[in-house]
């Protein structure tokens, strides 16, 4: 015999949702299937093996407050909003086909009068006037454990900040790891203006009891129902540390270049989970003793705004009063080109 269960989230933030996420998947009894429904506001979502450098403008988000968060399955980066449903279907049970899920997700679509179907590996389309477009992209996981399949579907995405927070700043990165590929996109309300959550879910919700011809009672999880459970906190703390979010990312370099009155200056770094490991300072100042200076200090220094500051905030108070221009000269750039 197999259980199901269904689960929703009340929550939208994103670390709180991967984390139940996991959570779930890592402590499912045998012969057990989940549909789990969710949404996260105003995050970027990349894939495990990504560089947030390199897939979203971090200065951006950073400015407007938009989280990122690094799931643990593979794939490209996307934006999450309001307008866009989150599923995940987890599985323990011996032979589960990963098919019968997006079978589940193309009946639910049907059953709200949305006709789809699959494109290449793990994305689903529908069409419209100007060809097909993309309504879902998906990634799947398969452990010891079991497998999940989780995806979205974009019902009314901002897709203007989707562009704007996934258009990286053009910067000089070589990067390992894995690229995300844009693709020709669509909102569900083109096609049907009332479209909302709590109709996409239903007819979701509806596929899953039809296909295993049972139905269950739904469960509501919020940050008070597992806050208290060790293991669950211990993932969270996990899910939202710098650490995991941009320090796990592939190792990569970033040269930077500019020209001061006083100078041209070059600057690399390698860095590797997140942190600089080599820096190195080309100049024709005619002071590079003081550049070479900051180059060290950056060794070992985490590569964000906030650690990169306070790197500069030693330096320039180190430096003598003469050099004290040049100082503030090369600090506001190194700031604004790596955040």
Same mark, same amino acid.
């Given at each position: 015999m197999y259980s199901?269960?269904?689960l929703?989230?009340?929550s939208?933030d994103?670390?709180f949702?991967?984390s139940?996420?996991?959570? #779930?998947?890592?402590?499912?009894?045998?012969?057990q299937? #989940?549909?789990?429904l969710?949404?996260?506001?105003?995050?970027?979502? #990349?894939?495990r093996?990504q560089?947030?450098?390199?897939?979203?403008?971090?200065?951006?988000?950073?400015?407007?407050?938009i989280?990122?968060?690094?799931?643990?399955?593979g794939?490209?980066?996307?934006?999450?909003?309001?307008?866009?449903?989150?599923?995940?279907?987890?599985?323990t049970?011996?032979?589960?086909?990963?098919?019968i899920?997006?079978?589940?997700v193309?009946?639910g679509?049907?059953?709200?009068?949305?006709?789809?179907k699959i494109?290449?590996?793990n994305?689903?389309?529908?069409?419209?006037?100007?060809g097909e477009?993309?309504?879902?992209?998906?990634?799947?996981?398969e452990?010891?454990n079991?497998?999940?399949?989780?995806?979205?579907?974009?019902?009314?995405v901002?897709i203007?900040?989707?562009?704007?927070y996934?258009?990286?700043?053009?910067?000089?990165?070589?990067t390992?790891?894995?690229?995300?590929i844009?693709?020709?996109?669509t909102n569900?309300?083109?096609?049907q203006?009332?479209?909302?959550?709590?109709?996409?879910?239903?007819g979701?919700?509806?596929?899953?009891?039809?296909?295993y011809?049972t139905?269950?009672?739904p469960?509501?999880?919020?940050?008070?129902?597992?806050?208290?459970?060790?293991?669950?906190?211990?993932?969270?703390?996990?899910?939202?540390?710098?650490?995991?979010?941009?320090?796990n990312?592939?190792?990569?370099?970033?040269?930077?270049?500019?020209?001061?009155h006083?100078?041209?200056?070059?600057?690399?770094?390698?860095?590797?989970?997140? #942190?600089i490991?080599?820096?190195?300072?080309f100049?024709?100042?005619?002071n590079?003793?003081?550049l070479?200076?900051?180059?060290?200090?950056?060794i070992?220094?985490?590569?964000?705004?906030k650690?990169?500051?306070?790197?500069?905030?030693?330096?320039?108070e180190?430096?003598?009063t003469?050099?004290?221009?040049?100082t503030?000269d090369?600090?506001?750039?190194?700031?604004?080109?790596?955040?």
């Amino acid at each position: 015999m197999y259980s199901l269960r269904l689960l929703l989230s009340d929550s939208y933030d994103p670390w709180f949702n991967l984390s139940l996420e996991s959570y #779930i998947f890592q402590n499912m009894p045998k012969n057990q299937t #989940i549909l789990f429904l969710w949404r996260n506001q105003n995050t970027v979502v #990349i894939g495990r093996a990504q560089n947030a450098w390199k897939e979203c403008n971090t200065r951006r988000m950073e400015r407007d407050g938009i989280k990122l968060a690094r799931r643990s399955s593979g794939g490209g980066a996307v934006f999450h909003d309001l307008g866009n449903t989150c599923f995940t279907f987890m599985s323990t049970q011996e032979n589960h086909d990963k098919k019968i899920s997006t079978k589940i997700v193309l009946d639910g679509l049907n059953n709200i009068g949305i006709q789809a179907k699959i494109s290449g590996r793990n994305d689903l389309v529908i069409s419209t006037k100007d060809g097909e477009r993309k309504i879902s992209g998906s990634a799947y996981r398969e452990t010891s454990n079991g497998v999940f399949h989780h995806g979205t579907l974009l019902l009314h995405v901002d897709i203007n900040k989707l562009t704007y927070y996934l258009n990286p700043d053009l910067k000089k990165l070589e990067t390992k790891g894995i690229s995300s590929i844009q693709s020709r996109i669509t909102n569900l309300n083109t096609i049907q203006p009332d479209i909302n959550h709590q109709k996409i879910c239903q007819g979701l919700i509806d596929a899953f009891f039809k296909h295993y011809k049972t139905r269950t009672i739904p469960e509501t999880l919020s940050m008070n129902n597992v806050m208290h459970i060790p293991d669950f906190k211990k993932q969270f703390n996990k899910q939202q540390d710098w650490n995991w979010n941009f320090g796990n990312a592939p190792a990569f370099t970033h040269q930077l270049d500019t020209r001061f009155h006083w100078g041209n200056v070059t600057l690399h770094f390698d860095i590797e989970r997140g #942190i600089i490991s080599r820096s190195h300072i080309f100049t024709d100042s005619l002071n590079p003793d003081l550049l070479e200076i900051l180059a060290k200090k950056l060794i070992n220094t985490p590569y964000n705004t906030k650690s990169i500051k306070q790197c500069c905030k030693q330096w320039i108070e180190e430096a003598s009063t003469k050099n004290k221009m040049e100082t503030y000269d090369v600090c506001d750039w190194l700031i604004k080109s790596i955040s």
